[in-house]
């Protein structure tokens, strides 16, 4: 196995629990070992926001809004450790549910289109449920 599919794995384990294309995915290795998926949240009849789920190893995962200014992102949820790749989906589908939206694949991606329903379709978890940290706050 090479750095880069040791680093492509999880991200492509992420997606495919998030009904996500392996496309939809960007791994880096070397220096700066990690990558990101790119997916959107749509909330009702809303345009979609975009986000990075980011992959940092040994930190863990970030949930960042990107407001499409020059790469600027603002971090919305932290996940630490080194979590299933189910539960990293929870974590994103509660964290999306909490801000009022839900998961859809970017209109710049080929074939964008809102996640299909079926095997891989992921309800968030019931309302109450802690599932994520939102970031800069503490537990």
């Given at each position: 196995m090479t750095n880069e599919s040791a680093a492509a794995d999880p991200l492509r384990a992420v997606a495919a629990e998030l009904g996500l294309q392996p496309e939809d995915t960007r791994a880096r290795?070397?220096?700066?070992?990690?990558?990101?998926?790119?997916?959107a949240g749509r909330a009702a009849e809303a345009e979609p926001s975009d986000y990075l789920l980011r992959w940092i190893p040994g930190e863990g995962w970030q949930l960042a809004a990107d407001d499409g200014r020059d790469?600027?992102?603002q971090v919305v949820a932290t996940l630490t450790g080194t979590p299933p790749p189910e539960a990293v989906a929870d974590f994103v589908l509660n964290a999306l549910a909490g801000r009022g939206?839900?998961?859809v694949r970017r209109s710049d991606e080929p074939g964008a289109e809102p996640v299909p329903p079926g095997e891989?379709?992921?309800?968030?978890a019931?309302?109450?449920a802690k599932a994520f940290r939102p970031a800069g706050r503490r537990p």
């Open positions: 290795a070397g220096d700066f070992e990690g990558g990101r998926i790119r997916f790469g600027v992102v939206e839900r998961l891989k379709d992921r309800s968030p019931q309302p109450g």
